[in-house]
Protein backbone atom coordinates (compact mmCIF):
# COMPACT_ATOMS: atom_id res chain seq x y z
CA UNK A 1 0.00 0.00 0.00
CA UNK A 2 1.27 3.29 -0.85
CA UNK A 3 2.50 5.19 2.48
CA UNK A 4 -0.15 8.13 2.16
CA UNK A 5 0.90 9.16 5.30
CA UNK A 6 4.15 10.84 3.87
CA UNK A 7 1.89 13.04 1.23
CA UNK A 8 -0.67 14.57 3.30
CA UNK A 9 -2.14 14.16 6.86
CA UNK A 10 -6.08 13.62 7.94
CA UNK A 11 -6.13 17.36 9.05
CA UNK A 12 -4.94 18.94 5.75
CA UNK A 13 -8.03 16.36 3.79
CA UNK A 14 -10.21 17.27 6.01
CA UNK A 15 -9.58 21.34 6.07
CA UNK A 16 -9.77 20.78 2.02
CA UNK A 17 -12.80 18.91 2.15
CA UNK A 18 -14.55 21.57 4.56
CA UNK A 19 -13.54 25.07 2.53
CA UNK A 20 -14.54 22.70 -0.72
CA UNK A 21 -17.84 22.48 0.52
CA UNK A 22 -18.95 25.98 1.59
CA UNK A 23 -17.08 27.08 -1.53
CA UNK A 24 -19.95 24.45 -3.48
CA UNK A 25 -22.83 25.94 -1.18
CA UNK A 26 -22.00 29.32 -1.44
CA UNK A 27 -21.24 28.87 -5.75
CA UNK A 28 -24.94 26.79 -4.99
CA UNK A 29 -26.49 29.72 -3.67
CA UNK A 30 -25.45 32.70 -5.88
CA UNK A 31 -25.90 30.58 -9.09
CA UNK A 32 -29.01 28.81 -9.00
CA UNK A 33 -32.19 29.78 -10.06
CA UNK A 34 -34.03 27.55 -8.26
CA UNK A 35 -35.93 28.26 -4.46
CA UNK A 36 -35.18 24.69 -4.06
CA UNK A 37 -31.99 23.97 -4.85
CA UNK A 38 -30.62 26.96 -3.07
CA UNK A 39 -32.28 25.63 0.14
CA UNK A 40 -30.01 22.18 -0.67
CA UNK A 41 -26.90 24.71 -1.73
CA UNK A 42 -27.68 26.23 2.06
CA UNK A 43 -27.61 23.16 3.97
CA UNK A 44 -24.28 22.31 1.94
CA UNK A 45 -22.82 25.21 3.06
CA UNK A 46 -23.85 24.95 6.92
CA UNK A 47 -22.23 21.43 6.65
CA UNK A 48 -19.03 22.59 5.77
CA UNK A 49 -18.85 24.75 8.34
CA UNK A 50 -19.87 22.21 10.92
CA UNK A 51 -17.10 20.25 9.87
CA UNK A 52 -14.43 23.25 10.09
CA UNK A 53 -15.52 23.84 13.40
CA UNK A 54 -14.54 20.26 14.42
CA UNK A 55 -11.93 20.28 12.63
CA UNK A 56 -10.72 23.18 14.83
CA UNK A 57 -11.02 20.89 17.82
CA UNK A 58 -8.75 17.72 16.87
CA UNK A 59 -5.95 16.53 17.91
CA UNK A 60 -3.97 13.58 15.89
CA UNK A 61 -3.14 11.20 19.25
CA UNK A 62 -6.39 12.28 21.68
CA UNK A 63 -9.53 10.37 21.83
CA UNK A 64 -13.39 11.40 22.04
CA UNK A 65 -14.23 13.25 24.88
CA UNK A 66 -15.59 10.48 26.82
CA UNK A 67 -14.65 8.90 30.30
CA UNK A 68 -14.00 5.31 29.21
CA UNK A 69 -13.86 5.62 25.06
CA UNK A 70 -10.00 5.49 25.21
CA UNK A 71 -7.31 3.86 27.66
CA UNK A 72 -7.11 5.75 31.24
CA UNK A 73 -4.82 8.90 31.20
CA UNK A 74 -5.14 9.55 27.43
CA UNK A 75 -5.68 13.15 26.30
CA UNK A 76 -8.53 14.46 24.95
CA UNK A 77 -10.09 16.37 21.89
CA UNK A 78 -11.10 19.73 22.39
CA UNK A 79 -15.09 18.98 23.98
CA UNK A 80 -16.36 22.86 23.37
CA UNK A 81 -16.72 22.91 19.06
CA UNK A 82 -18.34 19.26 19.32
CA UNK A 83 -21.27 20.68 22.07
CA UNK A 84 -21.74 23.99 20.02
CA UNK A 85 -21.47 21.78 15.99
CA UNK A 86 -24.43 20.19 18.52
CA UNK A 87 -26.56 22.93 18.76
CA UNK A 88 -25.32 23.87 15.36
CA UNK A 89 -26.69 20.72 13.66
CA UNK A 90 -30.27 20.54 15.06
CA UNK A 91 -30.57 24.65 14.45
CA UNK A 92 -30.01 23.69 10.75
CA UNK A 93 -32.81 21.35 10.20
CA UNK A 94 -34.75 23.93 11.97
CA UNK A 95 -33.88 26.49 9.98
CA UNK A 96 -34.61 23.86 7.12
CA UNK A 97 -38.43 23.30 8.12
CA UNK A 98 -39.05 26.72 8.38
CA UNK A 99 -37.70 27.81 5.07
CA UNK A 100 -39.48 24.44 3.67
CA UNK A 101 -42.70 25.76 5.38
CA UNK A 102 -41.94 29.49 3.09
CA UNK A 103 -41.64 28.10 0.02
CA UNK A 104 -44.43 25.91 0.05
CA UNK A 105 -46.79 28.47 0.50
CA UNK A 106 -44.87 30.81 -2.30
CA UNK A 107 -45.56 28.05 -4.51
CA UNK A 108 -49.16 27.73 -3.56
CA UNK A 109 -49.26 31.97 -4.01
CA UNK A 110 -47.41 32.26 -7.00
CA UNK A 111 -47.74 28.74 -8.68
CA UNK A 112 -43.82 28.62 -9.51
CA UNK A 113 -40.47 28.31 -7.80
CA UNK A 114 -38.23 29.51 -10.69
CA UNK A 115 -36.78 32.88 -9.89
CA UNK A 116 -37.09 34.93 -13.33
CA UNK A 117 -40.75 33.53 -13.49
CA UNK A 118 -41.32 34.46 -9.63
CA UNK A 119 -39.91 38.35 -10.66
CA UNK A 120 -42.02 38.76 -13.26
CA UNK A 121 -45.10 37.41 -11.54
CA UNK A 122 -44.55 39.64 -8.65
CA UNK A 123 -44.17 42.65 -11.14
CA UNK A 124 -47.33 41.81 -12.14
CA UNK A 125 -49.03 41.40 -9.36
CA UNK A 126 -47.50 44.83 -7.88
CA UNK A 127 -48.51 46.27 -10.85
CA UNK A 128 -51.85 45.82 -10.85
CA UNK A 129 -52.59 46.39 -7.61
CA UNK A 130 -50.95 49.68 -8.25
CA UNK A 131 -53.01 50.15 -10.92
CA UNK A 132 -49.76 50.99 -12.85
CA UNK A 133 -49.84 49.75 -16.28
CA UNK A 134 -47.50 46.42 -17.02
CA UNK A 135 -44.47 47.48 -19.12
CA UNK A 136 -44.53 45.70 -22.57
CA UNK A 137 -41.71 45.18 -24.23
CA UNK A 138 -41.21 48.49 -26.60
CA UNK A 139 -41.34 50.74 -23.62
CA UNK A 140 -39.10 48.70 -20.88
CA UNK A 141 -37.13 45.66 -22.23
CA UNK A 142 -36.93 43.28 -18.96
CA UNK A 143 -33.55 43.75 -17.27
CA UNK A 144 -32.04 45.60 -19.56
CA UNK A 145 -31.13 49.15 -20.66
CA UNK A 146 -34.36 51.20 -22.17
CA UNK A 147 -34.31 51.10 -25.77
CA UNK A 148 -34.18 54.82 -27.02
CA UNK A 149 -37.12 56.08 -27.91
CA UNK A 150 -39.03 55.47 -31.05
CA UNK A 151 -39.08 58.26 -33.64
CA UNK A 152 -42.56 58.98 -35.35
CA UNK A 153 -42.38 57.38 -38.57
CA UNK A 154 -41.27 60.23 -40.67
CA UNK A 155 -41.50 59.50 -44.83
CA UNK A 156 -38.60 60.82 -46.70
CA UNK A 157 -41.13 62.01 -49.59
CA UNK A 158 -44.54 64.92 -49.23
CA UNK A 159 -47.88 63.70 -49.17
CA UNK A 160 -48.47 62.33 -52.95
CA UNK A 161 -49.58 65.29 -55.50
CA UNK A 162 -51.76 65.24 -57.45
CA UNK A 163 -50.76 64.51 -60.88
CA UNK A 164 -50.98 67.64 -63.25
CA UNK A 165 -50.71 66.45 -66.70
CA UNK B 1 -21.98 38.36 -15.81
CA UNK B 2 -23.56 36.88 -12.60
CA UNK B 3 -21.60 33.41 -13.22
CA UNK B 4 -18.39 35.31 -13.60
CA UNK B 5 -19.35 37.45 -10.54
CA UNK B 6 -20.63 34.43 -8.55
CA UNK B 7 -17.34 32.44 -9.14
CA UNK B 8 -15.10 35.23 -8.36
CA UNK B 9 -17.50 35.24 -4.73
CA UNK B 10 -17.29 31.96 -4.11
CA UNK B 11 -13.17 31.96 -4.80
CA UNK B 12 -12.67 34.87 -2.42
CA UNK B 13 -14.32 33.13 0.40
CA UNK B 14 -12.18 29.72 -0.42
CA UNK B 15 -9.30 31.92 -0.60
CA UNK B 16 -10.10 34.10 2.59
CA UNK B 17 -11.04 30.61 4.38
CA UNK B 18 -7.92 29.26 3.05
CA UNK B 19 -5.85 31.94 4.48
CA UNK B 20 -7.48 32.24 7.48
CA UNK B 21 -7.05 28.32 8.29
CA UNK B 22 -3.14 29.04 7.00
CA UNK B 23 -3.32 30.71 10.90
CA UNK B 24 -5.30 27.53 12.72
CA UNK B 25 -2.89 25.21 14.46
CA UNK B 26 -4.48 22.61 13.05
CA UNK B 27 -3.64 19.18 15.12
CA UNK B 28 -2.92 21.05 18.02
CA UNK B 29 -5.18 23.30 19.53
CA UNK B 30 -4.71 25.77 22.11
CA UNK B 31 -7.74 24.41 24.24
CA UNK B 32 -7.89 27.04 26.80
CA UNK B 33 -11.27 26.47 28.27
CA UNK B 34 -11.67 22.81 26.93
CA UNK B 35 -8.72 21.27 28.64
CA UNK B 36 -10.37 22.95 32.00
CA UNK B 37 -13.58 21.18 31.18
CA UNK B 38 -11.65 17.78 30.91
CA UNK B 39 -10.00 18.14 34.01
CA UNK B 40 -12.83 19.20 35.90
CA UNK B 41 -16.32 17.85 34.44
CA UNK B 42 -15.90 14.21 35.72
CA UNK B 43 -15.01 14.65 39.39
CA UNK B 44 -17.40 17.77 39.70
CA UNK B 45 -20.21 16.37 37.91
CA UNK B 46 -19.96 12.50 37.96
CA UNK B 47 -20.60 12.45 34.11
CA UNK B 48 -18.92 9.80 31.91
CA UNK B 49 -19.94 11.52 28.47
CA UNK B 50 -18.08 15.61 29.18
CA UNK B 51 -20.00 16.15 25.93
CA UNK B 52 -23.45 16.54 27.43
CA UNK B 53 -21.90 17.21 31.17
CA UNK B 54 -20.80 20.42 28.90
CA UNK B 55 -24.43 20.90 27.24
CA UNK B 56 -26.55 20.34 30.41
CA UNK B 57 -24.11 21.42 32.60
CA UNK B 58 -21.97 24.07 32.29
CA UNK B 59 -23.50 25.77 29.18
CA UNK B 60 -26.87 25.14 30.16
CA UNK B 61 -28.37 28.17 28.96
CA UNK B 62 -26.78 27.56 25.61
CA UNK B 63 -29.44 24.65 25.37
CA UNK B 64 -32.60 26.51 26.62
CA UNK B 65 -31.38 29.29 23.86
CA UNK B 66 -31.58 26.02 21.24
CA UNK B 67 -34.94 25.12 22.70
CA UNK B 68 -36.31 28.48 22.34
CA UNK B 69 -35.10 28.89 18.51
CA UNK B 70 -36.57 25.28 17.55
CA UNK B 71 -39.56 26.15 19.26
CA UNK B 72 -39.74 29.35 17.71
CA UNK B 73 -39.12 27.73 14.00
CA UNK B 74 -42.01 24.71 14.49
CA UNK B 75 -44.60 27.53 15.33
CA UNK B 76 -43.56 29.83 12.27
CA UNK B 77 -43.35 26.82 9.85
CA UNK B 78 -46.80 25.65 11.57
CA UNK B 79 -48.42 29.25 11.77
CA UNK B 80 -47.01 29.59 8.14
CA UNK B 81 -48.71 26.54 6.91
CA UNK B 82 -51.94 27.23 8.14
CA UNK B 83 -54.67 25.02 8.43
CA UNK B 84 -55.88 21.93 6.51
CA UNK B 85 -59.85 21.80 5.21
CA UNK B 86 -61.29 18.74 6.70
CA UNK B 87 -62.25 17.51 3.36
CA UNK B 88 -59.01 17.42 1.51
CA UNK B 89 -57.55 15.12 0.10
CA UNK B 90 -54.49 13.00 1.44
CA UNK B 91 -51.36 11.14 0.45
CA UNK B 92 -52.22 7.54 -0.55
CA UNK B 93 -50.91 5.27 1.83
CA UNK B 94 -46.93 3.78 1.24
CA UNK B 95 -46.32 0.75 -0.49
CA UNK B 96 -45.84 -2.72 1.04
CA UNK B 97 -42.52 -1.95 2.00
CA UNK B 98 -42.85 1.09 3.87
CA UNK B 99 -45.72 -0.15 5.32
CA UNK B 100 -44.11 -4.01 6.80
CA UNK B 101 -40.86 -2.23 7.27
CA UNK B 102 -42.88 0.63 9.66
CA UNK B 103 -44.42 -2.38 11.66
CA UNK B 104 -41.19 -3.38 11.96
CA UNK B 105 -38.93 -0.50 12.82
CA UNK B 106 -41.34 1.51 14.58
CA UNK B 107 -40.78 -0.29 18.30
CA UNK B 108 -36.64 -0.62 17.32
CA UNK B 109 -36.75 2.91 17.13
CA UNK B 110 -38.73 3.85 19.99
CA UNK B 111 -36.14 1.30 22.02
CA UNK B 112 -33.25 2.78 20.94
CA UNK B 113 -34.43 6.34 20.87
CA UNK B 114 -34.91 5.81 24.72
CA UNK B 115 -32.25 4.11 25.58
CA UNK B 116 -30.38 7.09 24.01
CA UNK B 117 -32.03 9.48 25.89
CA UNK B 118 -31.44 7.93 29.25
CA UNK B 119 -27.76 6.60 28.80
CA UNK B 120 -26.83 10.36 27.62
CA UNK B 121 -24.45 11.19 30.53
CA UNK B 122 -22.76 7.51 29.90
CA UNK B 123 -21.78 6.94 26.17
CA UNK B 124 -22.29 8.63 23.04
CA UNK B 125 -25.70 10.12 23.01
CA UNK B 126 -28.01 12.65 24.86
CA UNK B 127 -31.45 14.63 24.35
CA UNK B 128 -30.71 15.76 20.78
CA UNK B 129 -30.44 12.48 18.94
CA UNK B 130 -32.65 10.34 21.25
CA UNK B 131 -35.34 13.05 20.66
CA UNK B 132 -35.09 12.97 16.73
CA UNK B 133 -34.97 9.07 16.83
CA UNK B 134 -37.89 9.54 18.83
CA UNK B 135 -39.55 11.91 16.12
CA UNK B 136 -38.49 9.54 13.33
CA UNK B 137 -40.04 6.82 14.72
CA UNK B 138 -43.65 8.03 15.02
CA UNK B 139 -43.47 9.87 11.88
CA UNK B 140 -42.36 6.69 9.62
CA UNK B 141 -45.34 5.11 11.31
CA UNK B 142 -47.18 8.52 9.68
CA UNK B 143 -45.57 8.13 6.48
CA UNK B 144 -46.66 4.50 5.88
CA UNK B 145 -50.48 4.87 6.52
CA UNK B 146 -51.20 8.90 6.35
CA UNK B 147 -54.79 8.61 7.39
CA UNK B 148 -53.40 8.02 10.69
CA UNK B 149 -52.27 11.45 12.05
CA UNK B 150 -50.64 12.35 14.84
CA UNK B 151 -52.24 13.78 18.01
CA UNK B 152 -51.50 17.14 17.55
CA UNK B 153 -53.26 18.27 21.15
CA UNK B 154 -50.88 15.72 22.76
CA UNK B 155 -47.83 16.78 21.45
CA UNK B 156 -48.51 20.40 22.34
CA UNK B 157 -49.51 18.90 25.84
CA UNK B 158 -46.05 16.77 25.72
CA UNK B 159 -43.77 19.37 24.45
CA UNK B 160 -45.09 22.20 26.65
CA UNK B 161 -44.53 19.84 29.37
CA UNK B 162 -41.00 19.05 28.61
CA UNK B 163 -39.69 22.44 28.03
CA UNK B 164 -41.77 23.68 31.17
CA UNK B 165 -40.09 20.82 33.45
CA UNK B 166 -36.37 22.22 32.08
CA UNK B 167 -37.33 25.59 32.94
CA UNK B 168 -38.56 24.36 36.35
CA UNK B 169 -35.39 22.24 36.78
CA UNK B 170 -33.39 24.89 36.74
CA UNK B 171 -35.24 27.63 38.54
CA UNK B 172 -35.29 24.82 41.27
CA UNK B 173 -31.75 25.08 41.10
CA UNK B 174 -31.77 28.88 41.16
CA UNK B 175 -33.31 28.28 44.47
CA UNK B 176 -31.04 25.83 45.83
CA UNK B 177 -27.91 26.50 44.70
CA UNK B 178 -27.96 30.35 43.64
CA UNK B 179 -27.54 29.93 39.91
CA UNK B 180 -29.68 29.38 37.03
CA UNK B 181 -29.30 25.44 35.86
CA UNK B 182 -26.66 24.07 38.90
CA UNK B 183 -26.23 20.85 38.74
CA UNK B 184 -28.05 19.30 42.38
CA UNK B 185 -28.82 15.79 43.04
CA UNK B 186 -24.85 14.95 43.93
CA UNK B 187 -22.93 13.18 42.06
CA UNK B 188 -23.91 9.64 42.62
CA UNK B 189 -20.97 6.67 40.92
CA UNK B 190 -19.84 7.19 37.66
CA UNK B 191 -20.96 4.93 35.22
CA UNK B 192 -24.33 4.07 36.83
CA UNK B 193 -27.76 4.93 35.07
CA UNK B 194 -28.44 7.15 37.81
CA UNK B 195 -25.53 9.27 38.16
CA UNK B 196 -24.81 12.84 37.47
CA UNK B 197 -26.94 14.83 39.49
CA UNK B 198 -29.89 16.39 37.21
CA UNK B 199 -28.40 15.88 34.00
CA UNK B 200 -30.57 12.95 33.46
CA UNK B 201 -33.74 14.61 34.08
CA UNK B 202 -32.49 17.18 31.63
CA UNK B 203 -31.57 14.68 28.84
CA UNK B 204 -34.93 13.49 29.17
CA UNK B 205 -36.74 16.76 28.97
CA UNK B 206 -34.74 18.30 25.96
CA UNK B 207 -35.21 14.69 24.47
CA UNK B 208 -39.11 14.63 24.94
CA UNK B 209 -39.15 18.22 23.64
CA UNK B 210 -36.84 17.89 20.87
CA UNK B 211 -38.88 14.81 19.97
CA UNK B 212 -42.31 15.66 19.73
CA UNK B 213 -41.78 19.45 18.29
CA UNK B 214 -39.80 17.66 15.34
CA UNK B 215 -42.83 15.17 15.18
CA UNK B 216 -45.47 18.15 15.24
CA UNK B 217 -43.01 20.22 12.67
CA UNK B 218 -43.14 17.16 9.68
CA UNK B 219 -47.01 16.23 10.57
CA UNK B 220 -47.15 20.18 10.12
CA UNK B 221 -45.66 20.17 6.56
CA UNK B 222 -47.14 16.69 5.48
CA UNK B 223 -50.96 17.93 5.95
CA UNK B 224 -50.92 20.51 4.20
CA UNK B 225 -52.00 20.16 0.74
CA UNK B 226 -50.59 20.58 -2.47
CA UNK B 227 -52.12 23.61 -4.01
CA UNK B 228 -54.90 26.22 -2.85
CA UNK B 229 -58.07 25.69 -4.17
CA UNK C 1 -4.84 3.29 6.69
CA UNK C 2 -6.96 5.60 8.00
CA UNK C 3 -6.07 8.15 5.80
CA UNK C 4 -7.02 6.70 3.10
CA UNK C 5 -10.30 5.85 3.98
CA UNK C 6 -10.69 9.61 4.77
CA UNK C 7 -9.05 10.31 1.14
CA UNK C 8 -12.37 8.01 -0.01
CA UNK C 9 -15.39 9.93 2.29
CA UNK C 10 -13.98 12.88 1.03
CA UNK C 11 -14.05 12.77 -1.74
CA UNK C 12 -17.45 11.20 -2.11
CA UNK C 13 -18.59 13.85 -0.12
CA UNK C 14 -17.62 16.61 -2.68
CA UNK C 15 -18.87 14.30 -5.78
CA UNK C 16 -21.96 14.43 -4.07
CA UNK C 17 -22.17 18.12 -3.14
CA UNK C 18 -21.18 19.33 -6.42
CA UNK C 19 -24.21 16.27 -7.88
CA UNK C 20 -26.47 18.24 -5.77
CA UNK C 21 -26.20 21.67 -7.76
CA UNK C 22 -25.75 19.57 -11.48
CA UNK C 23 -28.64 17.07 -11.28
CA UNK C 24 -31.67 17.76 -13.18
CA UNK C 25 -34.08 15.44 -10.99
CA UNK C 26 -34.73 16.77 -7.87
CA UNK C 27 -35.46 13.36 -6.33
CA UNK C 28 -32.15 12.70 -6.95
CA UNK C 29 -30.59 15.74 -5.46
CA UNK C 30 -32.12 14.97 -1.84
CA UNK C 31 -30.38 11.82 -2.33
CA UNK C 32 -27.15 13.10 -2.97
CA UNK C 33 -27.70 15.73 -0.03
CA UNK C 34 -28.11 12.73 2.40
CA UNK C 35 -25.41 11.18 0.93
CA UNK C 36 -23.03 14.27 1.61
CA UNK C 37 -24.50 14.00 5.68
CA UNK C 38 -23.57 10.17 5.70
CA UNK C 39 -19.93 11.00 4.53
CA UNK C 40 -20.17 13.75 7.00
CA UNK C 41 -21.21 11.12 9.59
CA UNK C 42 -17.71 8.87 8.71
CA UNK C 43 -15.67 11.76 9.36
CA UNK C 44 -16.93 12.77 12.38
CA UNK C 45 -16.55 9.32 14.15
CA UNK C 46 -12.57 9.56 12.27
CA UNK C 47 -12.38 13.52 14.50
CA UNK C 48 -12.94 11.78 17.50
CA UNK C 49 -16.74 13.52 18.02
CA UNK C 50 -19.19 10.46 18.03
CA UNK C 51 -21.91 12.79 19.64
CA UNK C 52 -21.62 14.55 16.96
CA UNK C 53 -21.42 11.93 14.41
CA UNK C 54 -24.62 10.34 15.72
CA UNK C 55 -26.17 13.43 15.68
CA UNK C 56 -25.06 14.30 11.90
CA UNK C 57 -26.51 10.74 10.91
CA UNK C 58 -29.41 10.96 12.14
CA UNK C 59 -30.32 14.98 11.16
CA UNK C 60 -28.67 15.20 8.18
CA UNK C 61 -29.02 11.69 6.34
CA UNK C 62 -32.14 11.23 7.98
CA UNK C 63 -35.18 13.54 9.30
CA UNK C 64 -33.07 16.04 7.05
CA UNK C 65 -34.04 14.15 3.96
CA UNK C 66 -37.38 13.19 5.12
CA UNK C 67 -38.70 16.85 5.25
CA UNK C 68 -36.85 17.45 1.50
CA UNK C 69 -38.33 14.56 0.38
CA UNK C 70 -42.15 15.67 1.93
CA UNK C 71 -41.43 19.14 0.47
CA UNK C 72 -41.10 17.93 -2.94
CA UNK C 73 -44.19 16.24 -3.11
CA UNK C 74 -46.01 19.76 -1.95
CA UNK C 75 -44.11 21.41 -4.34
CA UNK C 76 -44.92 19.36 -7.23
CA UNK C 77 -41.88 18.38 -7.96
CA UNK C 78 -41.49 14.86 -7.23
CA UNK C 79 -40.88 12.92 -10.95
CA UNK C 80 -38.66 10.05 -11.09
CA UNK C 81 -38.52 9.96 -15.23
CA UNK C 82 -37.74 12.92 -17.40
CA UNK C 83 -41.56 12.75 -18.47
CA UNK C 84 -43.01 15.95 -19.08
CA UNK C 85 -40.72 18.17 -16.83
CA UNK C 86 -38.49 19.96 -19.72
CA UNK C 87 -36.98 22.04 -16.76
CA UNK C 88 -33.83 24.20 -17.81
CA UNK C 89 -30.49 23.03 -16.46
CA UNK C 90 -29.65 24.75 -13.18
CA UNK C 91 -26.77 26.11 -13.17
CA UNK C 92 -26.81 27.64 -16.40
CA UNK C 93 -28.83 30.95 -16.49
CA UNK C 94 -30.16 30.13 -19.97
CA UNK C 95 -31.63 32.65 -21.69
CA UNK C 96 -35.23 30.86 -23.21
CA UNK C 97 -36.94 30.92 -20.01
CA UNK C 98 -40.33 31.04 -22.04
CA UNK C 99 -42.59 29.85 -19.25
CA UNK C 100 -40.98 26.11 -19.57
CA UNK C 101 -39.04 26.58 -15.75
CA UNK C 102 -43.05 27.10 -14.19
CA UNK C 103 -43.71 24.37 -12.12
CA UNK C 104 -47.00 23.58 -11.67
CA UNK C 105 -49.12 21.12 -13.70
CA UNK C 106 -52.72 19.84 -13.55
Redesign the interface.
Known sequence: ?IE??AV??????????A??????????L?????L??M???L??AE?GA???L???????D????????GPVGAS?????P??L???A??????????A??????V???Y????V??LRKRMELEVSTAAGMPVPTSEQAPAGERPLPPVPAYRPSYGPIQPRES | MRSIASLLFAGGLAFLLLALGAQLALGDPAMRVGAEYLRIAGPELGAANIVTAILAGYRGLDTLGELSILFAAATAAGLVLGRRRADAPRDPPGGLILRAGADLLFPLLVVVGIYIVAHGHLTPGGGFQGGVILAAAFFVAVLADPSRTLNHAAISWIEGLAGASFILIGIWALVEDGHFLAPLLGTGTMGQLLSAGTLPLLSVAIGLKVGSELAGLMADISDTEARDQ | MLTWVALVVVVLMLVSAVAVLVLDNFVAAVAATSVVGLGLAVLYVMLQAPDVALTEAAVGAGLSGVILALALRRLGLWYLEEGDRGAAHPLVPSSHSDGRGGDHHA
Open positions: MLDINLETLVYVGIGLVAIGALGALSNHFRLLAGISNLLILSGYRPATAPIIGYMVDPLQVVLTIVIGVGVQAMVAMLVRFRVGTLDRE
